[in-house]
């Protein structure tokens, strides 16, 4: 089999691309285009005029190349067309065209699924015991003056609490799992998602996600932004969240109706663990940045190069095994397209 990787001098640099290369080569020849940026046209030419002999092509992990759906007419022996592009295919590659040809497109973005679930969880641990200040503590050379406790907010254990998660996709079918042992009563608001699924995950279905604030010690926002879900997230969903309870962010600042979430937080009534802001970065001098019922985080759940290697593998993997004739793991749909687009009924 013949494999085309079209990848930049930045996944070089940060070696992201070299396992899932290394591993092409033990399954066929692997030939790399690389392309020093967006704008390198002349990288992105000899690309295309290789792309008719590659029996697979695998794209660099976050990179979507300026094609159009029509440059992939040539690709007559391609297979498979693999890559991480965050659910993001409108006008460069048409999904529609190529399920009607019978080439996979594979979207390793859910591969980035366990960081940011554990990040989350660890963030929400954080909270629970205000981790972050015993550290600032200790490290001023003082000590606390009797029970660790934060008065006034969920506190403690997570054991036993009563979690909501905004959304059931990958991210919080994750935290779901990870949360498992702590014996937590999880309720989910979606939806897209079949009871079977939340029941499959030991979680029940909420009416609506103000009814899952309104029930929530901690509240998980697992929802990605998409045209539908802008500020879905809204003031009467934030208000709902009983004083003291615990908010938790790690998709996008998108979903979130941000003035209300502020003036909650700033009035000591909720505390945050936010990692996505609007806009990114926030002013140096922002008043969340500091406040003592915010941890705040530069964008990092999901920003590892450990989970930016594992993308790309994947997607190699998935590669092979479609040209094998087996079925990949992170096949993109026409659903997810039509999600992304917000064009759902």
Request: glycine share 6%; net charge negative; charged share 25%.
């Amino acid at each position: 089999m013949h494999i085309l990787v079209f990848e930049t001098d930045f996944h070089r640099q940060r070696k992201y691309t070299d396992e899932g290369c290394a591993f092409l080569e033990t399954h066929g020849e692997v030939e790399i285009v690389r392309q020093a940026d967006q704008q390198d046209r002349e990288a992105l030419f000899r690309f295309l005029e290789r792309v008719p002999v590659a029996d697979g092509i695998v794209i660099g992990p976050w990179h979507r190349p300026a094609t159009t759906p029509q440059d992939w007419q040539s690709a007559e022996r391609m297979k498979v067309l693999a890559g991480t592009f965050d659910n993001r295919f409108d006008g460069w590659v048409d999904l529609q065209e190529l399920a009607d040809r019978d080439i996979p497109l594979i979207d390793t973005s859910r591969s980035m699924t366990p960081s940011v679930a554990e990040f989350a969880l660890a963030m929400t641990l954080n909270l629970i015991r205000d981790i972050p200040e015993s550290l600032y503590l200790a490290r001023q050379g003082k000590w606390k003056s009797y029970a660790w406790d934060k008065p006034g907010f969920v506190h403690g254990d997570l054991t036993g609490r009563r979690v909501g998660l905004a959304g059931f996709g990958s991210i919080n079918r994750r935290y779901a799992e990870l949360i498992a042992p702590f014996r937590c009563t999880t309720r989910s608001y979606d939806p897209y998602v079949a009871d079977a699924a939340l029941t499959a995950h030991g979680v029940e279905r909420a009416p609506s996600l103000v009814e899952l604030a309104a029930s929530s010690e901690v509240f998980v926002v697992g929802l990605p932004p998409t045209p539908t879900t802008q500020q879905i997230i809204s003031r009467e969903v934030i208000n709902a969240l009983p004083r003291g309870a615990l908010f938790v962010l790690v998709t996008r600042m998108a979903v979130v109706e941000q003035d209300p979430l502020w003036k909650r937080i700033e009035t000591g009534e909720i505390a945050a663990a936010i990692d996505v802001f609007a806009p990114e970065p926030p002013p140096p001098d922002a008043w969340f940045r500091r406040h003592p019922n915010v941890l705040a985080t530069p964008h990092i759940a999901g920003g590892t190069d450990f989970c930016h290697r594992r993308c790309f593998t994947d997607a190699c993997k998935d590669a092979v095994a479609v040209i094998k004739g087996n079925e990949p793991r992170f096949r993109a749909t026409l659903w997810d397209d039509a999600c992304y687009q917000g064009k759902l009924d």
